[in-house]
């Protein structure tokens, strides 16, 4: 009898202990498999830790990503320059970075490698793309835009800005002669923006600076007059900013140097940076970069881009806009930025007050009627209390980017003509009042940029008699003049 309960307590024990492998067994078949996104970081550590070729302190293979970069060890610059807030350093903080590294290169290994075009995915929202394809990229920084004011001012006229818009016929091609509103809120975005800097693994880089891999196509550009080649030169980590137009002076300094500045930022010291050494602007800034500690006085970190190359990276960190529906959207410029560029080029640079009233001389567009322009602005008599305010010219190409910032800083009033010598009013201090003279062919970069920079924007009026020849309406400059005098502040 007690043999009996014993071996009846025994098949239970067992039939208990079926049941429980039975349900387990039964959660492995019907469990889907493990999904990591960026907010799963202490459980994607964990994961990783667990891979053999990742669990010891012995592993040293082709994979190895550099440690320079944490959330303890930030670049000194970005506290010295107060831009800490306008980066995201959530994987540097968590240990995740390097995990998520790590196992990525592991993936991508033993892939024969090729630059054929084949027909590849086009990817618009890289978040979206690498959320879902992990063994293809990894987002490093995320960080949200500053907002913009909750309504942009349209740019105040010598008259209103129907007649000007109507004088200059940009009613169909001007944003604020579009809009048609008391205010901008197209540039009042309602959606929150983000700057994505991401690391895309066995990445190349074609001659109009196209990212793509295997399957994938990111940064669609324009590459109709690029070069047909078959020179690839490998790398371990590249840094791509190169852009068809990066030459000019305008795209420079809004696209292409906040990029530059965010993945010095947030890559490691191992990634290196696609420039190319042989154009003025660019070398230029480069030399003030490595003033301001961005850049190492050896250059190290730099490699001259060759457009008849190529290149191909373990990966490829690259930063942009996110979200954005259309091309257009793309152009459209963010505080954030302009706020990363002041600080970082030009606030070790403050020195004097405001001072000066800049008219901008340019070398690509000559006013016709510039000594009519220059004798009108003198005629309009400052208020007392601003008699020290005194004229200066700003004479594109001459002097040192640094000279350009400090004249620019010292600025009131700058008058200058639609064109790229006018990009330095980002280097002004925020209040400043910018007048540009248009033309029937002008676009609003720098009516964003004012805006962008908390600057008081004016649209004066002028037309084109050539390509190279603008003609000013200098009754518009003067009411303009007389109205701005009586706003001006006395700070």
Not at 71 to 98: P, Q
Not at 207 to 219: D, E, H, K, V
Not at 268 to 278: C, G, K, R, T, Y
Not at 389 to 408: C, D, R, S, T, Y
Request: proline share 3%; hydrophobic share 40%.
């Amino acid at each position: 009898m007690i043999l009996f309960k014993r071996l009846r307590t025994l098949v239970f024990f067992c039939l208990v202990l079926l049941l429980i492998l039975l349900v387990f067994c039964f959660r492995l078949i019907i469990q889907k498999p493990l999904k990591l996104t960026t907010n799963d970081v202490y459980e994607y550590i964990d994961d990783v830790k667990d891979i053999s070729i990742f669990a010891t302190d012995n592993y040293h293979g082709p994979y190895n990503i550099s440690k320079t970069i944490s959330f303890k060890n930030m670049k000194s610059w970005l506290v010295l320059y107060c831009i800490t807030h306008l980066f995201d350093y959530r994987w540097f903080e968590t240990g995740a970075y390097e995990w998520h590294l790590q196992r990525m290169y592991a993936l991508n290994n033993n892939k024969k490698l090729t630059t054929g075009i084949k027909s590849k995915i086009f990817v618009n929202d890289i978040l979206t793309y690498l959320n879902h394809h992990l063994e293809q990229g990894v987002i490093i920084d995320s960080a949200q835009h500053l907002f913009n004011p909750l309504f942009h001012p349209m740019p105040q006229t010598g008259s209103s800005l129907d007649y000007t818009c109507t004088e200059m016929k940009l009613t169909d091609s001007y944003l604020p002669c579009k809009t048609r509103r008391p205010e901008i809120v197209s540039l009042s975005s309602l959606t929150t923006t983000y700057t994505l800097t991401a690391g895309i693994y066995d990445a190349f880089i074609d001659t109009c600076g196209t990212i793509y891999t295997q399957i994938a196509q990111f940064l669609k550009r324009d590459c109709s007059n690029s070069v047909i080649t078959t020179k690839t030169s490998h790398y371990n980590e590249l840094i791509n900013v190169i852009n068809v137009h990066m030459t000019n002076p305008t795209c420079f300094v809004v696209q292409i140097l906040p990029k530059i500045i965010r993945l010095l930022a947030v890559t490691p010291e191992s990634a290196l940076l696609l420039l190319p050494s042989n154009v003025k602007i660019i070398e230029e800034y480069v030399n003030v970069l490595i003033e301001r500690g961005l850049i190492d006085k050896n250059r190290t970190r730099l490699i001259n881009y060759e457009s008849n190359k190529i290149y191909h990276a373990n990966v490829v960190y690259h930063s942009e806009n996110a979200p954005y529906t259309t091309i257009l959207e793309q152009y459209r410029y963010h505080r954030s930025d302009m706020q990363l560029l002041h600080r970082t080029l030009s606030n070790v640079l403050v020195q004097k007050s405001r001072d000066l009233i800049i008219i901008i001389k340019s070398h690509t567009k000559v006013v016709s009627n510039y000594n009519n322009l220059i004798q009108t602005i003198n005629q309009v008599i400052l208020p007392g209390n601003f008699d020290y305010l005194k004229i200066q010219e700003f004479i594109a190409n001459e002097g040192h980017i640094n000279e350009h910032i400090k004249q620019f800083q010292r600025a009131r009033i700058v008058i200058g003509i639609h064109g790229d010598e006018l990009v330095n009013i980002i280097y002004c201090k925020p209040g400043i009042h910018v007048i540009e003279i248009g033309h029937e062919q002008m676009s609003d970069v720098y009516f964003q940029i004012a805006t962008h920079s908390n600057h008081k924007y004016w649209l004066a009026i002028g037309h084109k008699e050539t390509e190279e020849k603008i003609f000013v309406d200098t009754a518009d400059i003067r009411n303009i003049l007389l109205k701005l005098y009586s706003e001006i502040d006395n700070r």
